[in-house]
């Protein structure tokens, strides 16, 4: 008989995304008249652009013949793609990386469930609440968790409650863990930490030895060039820091898959025995072991988003997303929702009316005006009364959501 992973029964009833999907499809299947505008999962919705679909059909034609087509690549990626990497996004930044710093995969999911792979089982945790889910479910499976209680907080893991008060941008707590998870324009929220508060965490990690696994999947959104959108701008952060960056949003690869994690030579973690040992290291080995690098043709359409045109084009589909949200967001505020976010990431946070539950939100949105939102419970108990709506769509659908939203609810 198979023994089972018996962890996996301390989740919750679903994956957020699933059940989401699975009350939409019920819906519909209801109410086949109904057009659903869909607001919810953070999916885009534009083509990928003609600089990376030239390129991509370059590499295609290229693998075509015997002189170019290329087998198993690189671990890390090929050099053409981590070279643009550190030129545009980090020497730009003035931040200088190791090309052997930088690995290249499949996706920050991936990366933000799998990096916990290299730290013990009795590791600590924090993370801010709400969260994007993978960073608790995947610590769950893993065992470094008791069970959840009523609330559907796991035992074992801080929760940093982000909520108004805090703008929600909780600070470090005032005991130490071994590694804290923070998300930053943030998933859901759409909060983007400051220098001043990126720089309290970078602080706090050195003096407790801890790391700090920083999820900067939608950096291409912070619309202030003050505000730093790599946690190495920061002094100090090479040693107890961990960044994760994606093409996903930037430059619409969510069916495309193309991201990387930085894992500094500096950064180190301890044995039970208290031997220092490199993460990096770590790393490295895991991914040698597990993962067989992203296709060619894949990396030559990510190297082309650094080009010229390429940074012109995904820039114009980053600005186009934002003119969404910042529909979103006076629209539902002009009609007398409370609302957050929109100005830095393509989520707008908004409370729920009437003091109604996430879910209840969700169901009367969908029901009222059929729109499809995320209810923020789903990513933590601190975002219970609270709704994440997505910019990613197209303008015509993303102006009517708006109109039967405030039609549904009374403005």
Known sequence: MAVVNEHYGKLQAGYLFPEIGRRTRAFAEAHPEAKIIRLGIGDVTLPLCPAVREAMHAAVDEMGTAEGFKGYGPDQGYDFLVDAIREHDYKARGVALEADEIFLSDGSKQDSGNIQEIFGTAATLAVTDPVYPVYVDTNVMAGRTGEADESGRYGGILYLPATEANAFTPPPPETRVDVAYLCSPNNPTGAVMDREALAAWVAWARENDAVLVFDAAYDAFIQDDALPRSIYEIEGAAECAIEMRSFSKRAGFTGVRCAYTVVPKALMGTTAAGERVSLHDLWARRQATKFNGVPYVIQRGAAAVFSPEGRKQTAEQVAYYMRNAGLVRAGLSDAGFTVYAGEHAPYIWLKTPDGLSSWDCFDQLLERAHV?????????????????????????????????????FGS
């Open 372 to 408: 499809v939102g995320t209810p923020g419970s789903g990513f933590g108990p601190s975002g219970e009364g609270f709704f994440r709506i997505s910019a990613f769509n197209s303008r015509e659908n993303v102006e009517e959501a708006i109109a039967r939203i405030r039609k549904a």
